[in-house]
């Protein structure tokens, strides 16, 4: 069986953004409540992720603090963003993809047979490191794509949706460029807009957690400044979990960082004790520059 590279991975993870309101819902959806900051929200325990017969993430464990920001960085092909995108089951959608282990969101295992993988990602949303706008709709359209997977009965009327859409675009700290111009298409904004606006839409579904896969790698610096910008004050409403490559947005941003290595995790811990006094000398190795 042909193993696809990682460049594949990430082409073919973006179109699946879509496939995934596509889904099947099964019996059972998660519910999600506000947690309290410092409490467990995310519990990665054995976690194996597979591409076929390769084994791409590498029995890992650790714990995601509820109002808090996680970084997990690691040098290209570590497993970060796979690791990443198990944790609301995007994973799946690449063919021959697969997991072992579990993954428990508010003490629940998230791979459970019975679990909705739709309701997994309405309450654990994700942003990719390219942003992904759907080029046939407007900006309102792409904001209230997500909506549009809710069982019937919670579906927003228009009204309510216009609410969601204005409230999700000021979170994003977007609303003042774009509110005189919601029909117009979403591609037509600028890079940093766009990433914003696919922040936006994830948090339309008002999520637990947002995930973030490297959301400033294709930035400039003033988008990127708005985007960590952004973090930081998301932190106060959600839990955020992000890959970065960048060590100076890594310390910035993070409260908790996680180091991987070839597939493995090598550390987790508060961000300032491992940039100033990491445990394994890998880990100083990779911050220190040594490699990566």
């Known amino acids: ?16 953004v879509e496939a995934a309101s596509r889904v ?9 409540d506000a947690g309290t900051a410092g409490d467990v929200c995310i519990a990665v325990e054995s976690l194996d992720a597979y591409f076929g017969a390769a084994r791409v993430v590498r ?12 970084a997990i960085i690691g040098p290209s092909a570590c497993g970060k963003s796979t690791l990443l995108r198990c944790i609301n089951r995007m994973h799946e ?28 990602r309405r309450h654990i949303g994700m942003v990719f490191q390219r942003p992904t706008p759907f080029p046939t709709m407007s900006i309102r359209e792409n904001v209230a794509a997500g909506l549009k997977v809710l069982p019937r009965s919670e579906r927003p009327s228009r009204r309510e949706t216009d609410d969601i859409v204005e409230r999700a675009l000021r979170r994003a700290a977007l609303w003042d460029e774009v509110h005189d111009r919601l029909g117009a298409s979403a591609v037509a904004l600028s890079g940093g807009q766009q990433q914003r606006l696919c922040i936006a839409r994830a948090l339309a579904t008002s999520p637990a957690v947002l995930l973030l896969d490297e959301p400033t790698a294709s930035l400039d ?31 910035r941003i993070s409260d908790r960082t996680v180091f991987m290595l070839s597939g493995e995790l090598v550390e987790a811990g508060p961000t300032n004790a491992m940039f100033t006094t990491p445990k394994d000398s890998r880990t100083e190795a990779y911050i220190t520059g040594r490699f990566g």
Do not use: C, K
């Not at 959608?93 to 997994?120: C, K, L, M, N, W």
């Open 59 to 70: 029995d890992v464990s650790f714990q995601v603090e509820t109002g808090r920001v996680t």
């Open 24 to 32: 099947e819902p099964e019996s059972v959806s998660v519910h999600a």
């Open 221 to 251: 610096p003033i988008s990127t400044q708005r985007v960590e910008e952004l973090v930081y004050e998301l932190r106060e409403q959600v839990t955020i979990v992000i890959v970065t490559h960048n060590m100076q947005q890594a310390a």
């Open 1 to 16: 069986m042909r193993i696809p590279s990682a460049a594949a991975h990430d082409a073919s993870i973006e179109p699946a």
């Open 93 to 120: 959608t690449v063919p021959a993809a697969r997991v072992e282990g579990e993954i428990r969101f508010q003490g629940r295992d998230i791979y459970e047979r019975s679990v909705s993988a739709i309701s997994v």
